[in-house]
């Protein structure tokens, strides 16, 4: 069955990085790259202003959100298939339901239509990725964030300074949302979360939550209806699935951040708690 993916709906392509129409399994990551000169062209006057063509692409636009304003991710971050697209889903989850390839590097959300929407994430180092079916129980916009006893007990060098958490908003290694996973009634303690991180999106880098840029989990947090089936593909289901993007990316080392730096009382004094009322729709 071919596999067709296309940019965002209703929303234009950046000409430079986007083919027009849909892209073929076989064709992820292709680029189309287009020049062409005017030779007849008027001359352009050295006083007008020089139009730039923005650093990014429409999906990753800087957004307003809760008070906030989140940056765009720059195009670096988003080249080939490492953003947002829409497409016909040939996984194995059932519709209405989350889908994540960890060795793919894939978030699918799976529609009633048979499309789903993908995105790029950050997963785990080896050993540190949940697996197998599980439920969406909760989900929260600029959550908090402690560190678990086994982060504490494992990585005390990375995690220890943050024992007594971090609290929503700007500074939360959660991002702007989080969605909570539980399995048997009870919290994994493991999230699809927003990050700041952006080379982490596309590679194994986090202690075992799913990261997303922050403007696709803005996106994903308001199409998600709770409670809402997630599976976490297997290695041996992510090669019969998409055998072409297994182990797409890298393992990276943990960013390290001290507490002292992103805590100092100055700073923290001066941040903002985010206006909840204020959350950004689709876009």
Known sequence: MTLEWCCPMNMPATPSLAPSGHLTRRSFGALLLATSAAACAPQVPESAPVAVAPDWLPEYAPLRDAGYDLPAIPLQFTQGINRRMEGIYTGEAPPGSIDVDPYAKFLYHVKLDGTATRYPVGVGRQG????????????????????????????????????????????????????????????????????????????????????????????????????????????????????????????????????????????????????????????
């Not at 007594?164 to 969605?179: D, I, K, W």
Request: hydrophobic share 35%.
């Open 128 to 283: 540190r990725t949940l697996s197998g079916l599980a439920t969406i129980q909760d989900k929260r916009a600029w959550p908090g964030w402690t560190p678990t006893a086994n982060m504490l007990r494992t990585e005390p060098e990375v995690y220890g300074g943050f024992r007594n958490g971090v609290p929503g908003g700007l500074r939360s290694p959660l991002g702007a949302r989080a969605l909570y996973i539980h399995r048997n009634g009870r919290d994994t303690y493991y999230r699809v979360h927003g990050t700041n991180d952006l080379p982490s999106i596309g590679n194994s880098g986090s202690a075992g939550c799913i990261r997303l840029f922050n403007q696709d989990i803005i996106h994903l947090f308001n199409n998600v209806d709770l409670p809402m089936t997630i599976n976490i593909r297997s290695e041996v289901e992510s090669l019969r699935v998409d055998p072409e993007n297994y182990n797409r990316g890298v393992e990276l080392p943990p960013t390290i951040i001290s507490a002292d730096e992103l805590l100092n009382s100055e700073a923290v004094a001066s941040d903002r708690a985010p206006d909840l009322s204020q959350l950004a729709s689709n876009f």
